[in-house]
Nanobody, 118 residues
Framework: QVQLVESGGGLVQPGGSLRLSCAAS????????MRWYRQAPGKQREQVAA???????NYEDLVKGRFTISRDNAKNTVYLQMNSLKPEDTAVYYC????????????WGQGTQVTVSS
């Protein structure tokens, strides 16, 4: 089992920045991938960024150059630094981890609201 606790959401003006954090606990040694998703009202949940245990990273096209995903293995924490925020970035952001032992399984965080508005 893996437990995830997210923090860092809030209200920010367009052009501003926020940093989201997601701390994992429990069976963290088998985490293969840590990801951020978001879901805006009336839209499907979409992957924003992902980082693997080998530090392979990918981003959704709309956030490339503005968002940066990183992880601190010692703290079992993944971060999402969000710069140059736009109103269309407004959504609930979810952390997700994929573990590979004893079986392939995914875990979700509780979500944190990010609102970009003047």
């Amino acid at each position: 089992q893996v437990q995830l606790v997210e923090s860092g959401g809030g209200l920010v003006q367009p052009g501003g920045s926020l940093r989201l954090s997601c701390a994992a606990s429990g069976s963290t040694s088998s985490i293969a991938s840590m990801r951020w998703y978001r879901q805006a009202p009336g839209k499907q949940r979409e992957q924003v960024a992902a980082i693997t245990d080998r530090d392979s990273i990918n981003y959704e096209d709309l956030v490339k150059g503005r968002f940066t995903i990183s992880r601190d293995n010692a703290k079992n924490t993944v971060y999402l630094q969000m710069n140059s925020l736009k109103p269309e970035d407004t959504a609930v952001y979810y952390c997700y981890v994929l573990v590979v032992r004893p079986a392939l399984k995914g875990y979700w965080g509780q979500g944190t609201q990010v609102t970009v508005s003047s």
